[in-house]
């Protein structure tokens, strides 16, 4: 349904304006929203389904075209602004409550970028070690003593001013949420994620169940709105427009959790933005505006995060099975992940028509949120399960007959065929060797078929989309030159991954293979001639050798786009590299950058060698302060230890301490 909202949907163009003013000397942004008695329509505006502006009657909602925008924008900067109205507004926001499977699974997907799928396997390997509770549940509830321990810890780290004034205790509001386990924590000594011993993305997902549950004792957060609009006349009455800020006044638990985001210290700078001190009427310059061009965008896809979001909401699944649900349908290639985003197919469009052509009750939400229950109670022993299974199977329209019955009435070519209400003359069908489609031109009764090219999207197509396949189906392969140095010609093909440049025609023997680029994206093939193919046909193209392992460097494009590799060391080049041309210095800073979005320790201070291994001893400062490293073993350095008096044998001492507590040590001692 959200794909084809997405296919009916039609992107709507408006303007605004934008300007930068300042009062002695300190400048803040202002956007219009006001002419006259008239709201300047915005976003949410129009119909998302339709990309049209919402037609109310005795609309005061008026749509500025580019023309009326710089009419308005040439006034607002010839006449005197003033301060027409300020309103300020506390507001305080509470910690969200520690982790259940599904908020889990939401969280890593947003800040780690891990799938479901991953992330039960990372916290399943830490519930085996005893790092954390068990981690497939739908129970908020913390233990009394994992409060106890998460607020000793808040006072610890933070102090009595950042503890909340209680206990806080949390309940499920989750549909058909059974609570047969605590909430996901780490284990009740409370390890510090640095002192963990772990790496990688196992000590992203330990150090973010870590904040998350010691948030939950924390003070409610505080900060102060300020709202203030701005007046400037205009031949088509005043032009309001308007500034927000925002100042933290106590940041509470956010100094430990901040949902959504990877670094709480940074995200509480970058959620605050400051307005210089304002008073009614008092008068602000404007330093300089702009015209800005919006477009209005489809619905969004949804995320591993949003599509468990919803299974939970509707209750479909359970926290054993959110994970497999999401697995399924990639694995089964019903959609792609784009990202963040998970891409329905024409696989996953025919599939899902023919379920809901002839089985309309097994793919409804309400249906499989009964059938939910119904599994419940009888794990709960409430009632017995042969019954159930008897009828659902076996009865007057159970499985079995609606099965026979709806099997004689499916088409086989129509089950696998596609019809979109916006393109008429289009079938879509899903071949064995993947999508490919049939267009009939009218004008002549000609009829031209290929195969859809890979990762194209059903609500990426649209008639100029169409066109253009069509138009390079019947163009065939363009010769683009001659290779000068092999004297091979270089066509320009379009294929099942796109467009791409071949070097050499087709080779008598089948197992020789032709060297094929795809094209990059953002290049149009159209523009593509000899020289630019010769350079694509470079990738993947040396950069150099890697100054440390003397190793090559190169730049190539794959299919989740251009990147650059060193050892099986592969970075993705950000929007604003070319493939074509970046270099060794660009490479080496990508190289230089950490993998994965965690926060990473900085060393503070070499302390020397261990008397013992002749390892390197290093003082290191981690979210949590500082801590002392040797080869495995790290232990919390005393807060009322200075850096600069801390010395190695204090810290051998330490590190001797820590590792008689672990039961690693332990058990090989014993």
């Known amino acids: 349904d959200l794909e084809r909202e997405r296919m009916r949907f039609v992107s709507a163009r408006y303007w605004g304006v934008a300007a930068e003013v300042a009062k002695d000397g300190e400048g803040f942004e202002s956007r219009l929203t006001h002419l006259g008695d008239k709201k300047i329509a915005v976003g949410k505006d129009f119909d998302e389904k339709t990309g049209k502006l919402i037609a109310k009657e005795n609309s005061s909602v008026i749509l500025l075209n580019q023309t009326d925008a710089l009419d308005v924008m040439d006034q607002a900067i010839k006449n005197a602004w003033k301060v027409s109205d300020i309103d300020e507004k506390p507001v305080s926001r509470k910690p969200a409550p520690p982790f259940i499977t599904s908020t889990l699974q939401q969280e890593a997907n947003r800040k780690l970028g891990l799938s479901a799928r991953d992330t039960m396997r990372i916290a399943q390997g830490l519930y085996e070690r005893g790092h954390i509770t068990y981690m497939r549940t739908d129970s908020v509830n913390l233990s009394e003593s994992a409060i106890e321990s998460s607020r000793k810890l808040v006072g610890k780290l933070y102090g009595k001013d950042y503890l909340s004034d209680g206990p806080r205790r949390f309940t499920s509001k989750a549909k058909g949420a059974q609570e047969a386990h605590e909430a996901i924590r780490p284990s009740l000594d409370f390890t510090p994620p640095q002192e963990m011993g772990l790496s990688g993305k196992e000590y992203d997902v330990y150090e973010m169940i870590w904040m998350r549950t010691i948030a939950t004792q924390m003070a409610d957060s505080r ?44 995200s509480l700078g970058e959620r605050e933005r400051f307005l210089p001190d304002l008073k009614v009427g008092a008068p602000v310059k404007v330093v300089k505006a702009d015209v800005t061009e919006h477009e209005t965008k489809p619905p969004a896809r949804y995320s591993e995060a949003a599509l468990i979001q919803y299974l939970e909401k509707e209750g479909i699944g ?353």
């Open 318 to 670: 359970r926290p054993s099975t959110y994970a497999s649900i999401v697995s399924t349908i990639i694995d089964r290639n019903y959609c792609v992940r784009n990202g963040n985003a998970l891409v329905p197919t024409f696989t996953g469009f025919v599939v899902t028509e023919l379920l809901a052509k002839h089985f309309p009750d097994l793919v409804n939400s309400q249906f499989t949120s009964r059938m939910e229950e119904k599994l419940d109670d009888i794990a709960e022993g409430k009632i017995p399960h042969l019954p159930y299974l008897r009828e659902f199977y076996l009865g007057e329209n159970g499985l079995e007959n609606q099965v026979a019955k709806e099997d004689k009435l499916i088409d086989p070519e129509e089950a696998r065929s596609l019809k979109f209400e916006h393109l008429e003359n289009l079938d879509v069908f899903v071949g064995k060797y993947g999508p490919y489609f049939e267009y009939t031109d009218t004008s002549n009764g000609e009829i031209t078929k290929a195969s859809l090219p890979e990762g194209l999207a059903p609500s990426d197509l649209n008639q100029d989309s169409v066109q253009n396949l069509v138009a390079q189906v019947k163009k065939g392969a363009t010769s683009l030159g001659t290779d000068p140095v092999t004297q091979l010609p270089i066509f320009l093909k379009t294929g099942s991954y796109g467009p791409y440049i071949q070097l050499g025609d087709l080779p008598a023997d089948p197992k020789e293979k032709l060297k094929r680029v795809s094209v990059p994206k953002g290049i149009d093939p159209n523009s593509v001639d000899e020289a630019l193919a010769l350079r694509i046909l470079e990738l993947p193209r040396l950069l150099g050798m890697h100054p440390t392992t003397g190793k090559e460097i190169r730049a190539s494009v794959g299919r989740f786009g251009p990147y650059v590799v060193h050892e099986k060391d592969f970075r993705s080049l950000k929007k604003e590299d070319n493939v074509l041309e970046v270099n060794m210095d660009r490479a080496m800073e990508l190289f230089a950058q950490p993998k994965g979005k965690g926060r990473r320790s900085q060393v503070m201070k070499a302390l020397g060698e261990h008397p013992e291994t002749k390892s390197p001893v290093e003082v290191l400062e981690g979210p949590y302060g500082l801590y002392v490293k040797h080869e495995k073993t790290n232990a919390t350095i005393p807060k009322e230890k200075k850096l600069e008096d801390f010395t190695l044998a204090e810290a051998v001492v330490l590190l001797a301490e820590k590792e008689a507590l672990s039961p690693t040590k332990k058990s090989k001692a014993g």
């Open 223 to 266: 900060q102060l709105q300020v709202s203030v609009n701005l007046e400037v006349p205009t031949s088509r009455g005043p032009a309001r427009f308007h500034s927000s800020g925002m100042k933290i006044l106590f940041p509470g638990f956010l100094r430990a959790y901040v949902e959504g985001h990877d670094d709480p210290t940074l």
